[in-house]
């Protein structure tokens, strides 16, 4: 069944999601932070794997994004290109790396592109950082943008809830999505808005909107990996649909392997030399 929907094995570029978008074809984005899931990811088909900064959570146990290093993402983004041959690889810039001003931003971001050989960067926000993304693009780095909830922003948020349900939120989204589009950035995720909203927002687009919880109408959607496999506890928003559950079959699978070890029963004859 693996990668069964895929007739087109040609590398994705950031022109081809564009076009996707002009030809109603739905993007598929997931993130990953290692080499064997990255691998096994590309091979099913993504259309485009995002090394989140989501890894402070899901790999390094953080509460929040904001702790993850320039080095810690390069890391996994260098672990990720590694076992990618056709999605196209996105790499978030981590907190405090591209907030500063614009000359500190496109020192990370070549950094980040020289030592990772990611395809492309993820900054979080709007007008408040578009000089810094027209300097990133100027390098010639292609960007996505991230609207609505944007994780690294949670201390002043103070909360995960929906955002821009009112109207003066939703109109600075949509003027900061039609800046970055106009700055040049090739896809904005968008992240926990209400679907309609969403659905405007990538109605006057020509670049592709990646929901998260961000409703139907968006030109693609992006999950966080173990969240879709059932591998985190605890964590069930209402745009969560889970595709497995991971974390019971790796507990069973564990269990019986500290079971067999405890009795005896492996190795057995045919698993030894
Ligand atoms: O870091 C991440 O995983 C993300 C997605 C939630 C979009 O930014």
Do not use: W
Not at 94 to 115: C, H, L, S, W
Not at 202 to 222: S, Y
Not at 227 to 238: E, I, N, V
């Amino acid at each position: 069944m693996a990668g069964y929907l895929v007739e087109d094995k040609r590398k994705v570029t950031t022109h081809r999601l564009i076009q996707m978008k002009q030809e109603n074809k739905k993007i598929a984005m997931l993130t990953a932070y290692d080499y064997t899931t990255a691998q096994i990811v590309d091979g099913a088909g993504m259309d485009v794997i995002l090394v989140g900064d989501s890894a402070s959570n899901v790999m390094a146990g953080n509460v929040t994004t904001l702790p993850i290093t320039l080095d810690q993402m390069i890391y996994h983004a260098k672990a990720v290109v590694r076992a990618t041959q056709r999605a196209l690889v996105v790499c978030d810039m981590p907190f405090g790396t591209y907030q500063v001003n614009p000359t500190e931003g496109v020192t990370n971001a070549i950094r980040i592109m020289k030592e990772s050989h990611c395809d492309a960067l993820k900054l979080e926000g709007g007008v408040e950082i578009i000089d810094t993304v027209r300097k990133i693009l100027d390098a010639g780095i292609p960007i996505m943008g991230h609207l609505g909830l944007t994780p690294q922003s949670i201390n002043k948020f103070g909360t995960y809830s929906v955002r821009a349900k009112e109207e003066a939120e939703a109109e600075k989204l949509i003027s900061d999505a039609h800046a970055l589009e106009d700055a040049g950035c090739f896809g904005i995720v968008l992240e926990k808005i209400p679907a309609k909203l969403a659905e405007r927002v990538t109605k006057e687009l020509t670049i592709p909107t990646i929901g998260i919880g961000a409703g139907g109408a968006c030109d693609g959607q992006v999950l966080v990996i173990a969240d879709m496999l059932g591998m985190t506890k605890g964590f069930s928003p209402k745009f969560l649909r889970r595709y497995a559950e991971l974390g019971t079959v790796m507990t069973d699978a564990i269990g019986h392997y500290i079971q067999d070890v405890k009795n005896c029963d492996f190795p057995n004859e045919n698993e030894q030399y």
